[in-house]
């Protein structure tokens, strides 16, 4: 059975950080394509940070360029989402998710395979 769960989330204030953990089973990670999306109250669903398995390239939404990171760890069959200098714009229930394919845009729809999700909330 193809599962996904997510961790690692969390209250933090304006600044802190969180790293975000998704620990799949039932499937190697190593051959798709691992999404990081969030959505918060009354807002679509967006992309957050992707990864490809084919040649690690990295997407980041403008929002979070230069305070998120994504990696994976094939060994572990999990995929990380380091979050830094957090904002309350950043708080959502966040995602993860694999794509059905090696490469994938980094929108929802392109992603077959979900977690529960985990809540991150940003305030003082």
């Known amino acids: 059975q193809v599962q996904l769960v997510e961790s690692g989330g969390g209250l933090v204030q304006p600044g802190g950080s969180l790293r975000l953990s998704c620990a799949a089973s039932g499937f190697t990670l190593d051959y798709y394509a691992i999404g990081w999306f969030r959505q918060a109250p009354g807002k679509e669903r967006e992309g957050v940070s992707c990864i490809s398995s084919s040649d690690g390239s990295t997407y980041y939404a403008d929002s979070v360029k230069g305070r998120f990171t994504i990696s994976r760890d094939n060994a572990k069959n999990t995929v990380y989402l380091q979050m830094n200098s957090l904002k309350p714009d950043d708080t959502a229930v966040y995602y993860c998710?694999?794509?059905?394919?090696?490469?994938?845009?980094?929108?929802?729809?392109?992603?077959?395979?979900w977690g529960q999700g985990t809540q991150v909330t940003v305030s003082s």
């Open positions: 998710a694999a794509a059905g394919a090696s490469r994938a845009l980094c929108v929802p729809r392109r992603y077959d395979y």
